[in-house]
C-alpha cells in the first residue's frame, strides 16, 4: 500500500481530516471530514465499490464554496473501516448515527449516488427524525420490488455481477477479483476506463472519467486495495431486501439520473420516481452514470438550502 502522504500526493487529493470511530459493536469506522468546519453538515455516502476519499477534480474545496461540512466515510469492508458480514441496506443506520454522535450532529443532509443510493434512502426512512434532505442519485431499485427488472438494460460487466451476486459470495468474489487487479492496474497506470472491458460505457461517462482520472485512482484505489470485502458485501445486500420500504421515506428527496447510464438504467430511477412519496426527480437525458460539472452545482446548492 503507497504511504498516505505519497499517495495523496501523487493523486492529488486535498487537504482533509481523518477520523477513526469505534462503533457500538466495537467496529472501526473510517471517516474523512472536508469543506467548512463550521457549515452545515452533510454526510455522504460512496458507491459500489468506493471510499471516504473523494473530491471534485476541478475545484477540490467545492464544499466550502457552498458552506457545507461533509462527512465522508468508507462503509463496513471497505478501506480501513471493519467488515460487518451479512449486512443489510438498513444496517448502515447504526454507522450514520455514530458518525453524528461523535461530531455532535443533531440534524443533517444525506447524499449518496449508484451503491451509495439505497444506504441513504434507509436513513430517510428510518432516520426521519435527524435527516433534513436527502440526494439520491443514479441509484438502484429495490431487488424485490413490484415491476423491477433488475438487470434489464445494464451493461455485460453490471450483468455478469448482480448475477453472481445473486448466486452466492462465492461465485460474487470469483467475478470481482479479476475486477479488482483490472482496476488496480490501470488506475495507478493513469488509465480512466479502470471498469475493465465488460463494463461498456456511454461517451458522456467515458468524457467523465477521463477528465477525473486521478479523482477516480484515489477514490477507488482507497476502497479496493485492501481488499474486496466491502464491494461484495454491497452486492450482497442490493440483491436481498433492504431491510425498509422506500414508501417510508418522509423526508425532503431529491433523485437524480441520466438516461445514458448504462451501470445502473434509467428505469430504476423511473420506478424509485414512482415508490418514493413526494420525491423531486431531477432526469438528464444527455447524462450517464458519472454525471458532470453542472449537474454538482446543483446538488451542492440543493443540499446547502439554497432552493
Not at 443489510?88 to 455514530?98: E, G, L, R
Amino acid at each position: 500500500m503507497i504511504e498516505t502522504a505519497e499517495f495523496n500526493d501523487r493523486f492529488g487529493v486535498p487537504e482533509h481530516l481523518e477520523h477513526r470511530l469505534t462503533t457500538p459493536d466495537g467496529r472501526t469506522l473510517a471517516v474523512a471530514e472536508w469543506g467548512d468546519p463550521n457549515g452545515r453538515p452533510v454526510i455522504s455516502f460512496h458507491g459500489t465499490p468506493g471510499s471516504r476519499i473523494g473530491y471534485w477534480t476541478p475545484e477540490p474545496d467545492i464544499w466550502t464554496r457552498f458552506g457545507l461540512r461533509k462527512f465522508s466515510f468508507d462503509r463496513p469492508g471497505y478501506g480501513e473501516s471493519t467488515r460487518l458480514y451479512g449486512r443489510s441496506v438498513a444496517d448502515v443506520v447504526p454507522d450514520v448515527v455514530t458518525i453524528a454522535a461523535a461530531f455532535g450532529l443533531g440534524r443533517f443532509a444525506i447524499t449518496g449516488g449508484s451503491g451509495g443510493g439505497p444506504h441513504v434512502l434507509a436513513c430517510a426512512a428510518l432516520l426521519a427524525d435527524r435527516v433534513e434532505r436527502c440526494l439520491a442519485s443514479v441509484s438502484v431499485a429495490p431487488v424485490d420490488g413490484e415491476g423491477v427488472d433488475f438487470t434489464a438494460g445494464m451493461n455485460e460487466g453490471n450483468i455478469n455481477e448482480f448475477n453472481a451476486a445473486i448466486e452466492g459470495e462465492a461465485a460474487l468474489r470469483r467475478v470481482l477479483e479479476p475486477e479488482r487487479a483490472t482496476m488496480i492496474e490501470r488506475l495507478t497506470g493513469g488509465r480512466s476506463d479502470f471498469l475493465g472491458d465488460d463494463y461498456e460505457l456511454p461517451e458522456a461517462d467515458l468524457i467523465e472519467m477521463a477528465k477525473h482520472q486521478k479523482a477516480s485512482a484515489a477514490h477507488m484505489l482507497t476502497a479496493v486495495v485492501p481488499g474486496i470485502d466491502g464491494w461484495v458485501d454491497d452486492d450482497l445486500a442490493m440483491v436481498k431486501p433492504w431491510g425498509f420500504d422506500v414508501a417510508d421515506c418522509r423526508v425532503p428527496i431529491v433523485l437524480s439520473y441520466g438516461r445514458q447510464d448504462q451501470l445502473v438504467p434509467a428505469a430504476h430511477g423511473d420506478w424509485l420516481a414512482a415508490h418514493v412519496p413526494g420525491a423531486v426527480v431531477w432526469v438528464d437525458d444527455g447524462t450517464g452514470h458519472m454525471g458532470n460539472e453542472s449537474e454538482v452545482e446543483r446538488d451542492l446548492a440543493w443540499l446547502a438550502g439554497r432552493d
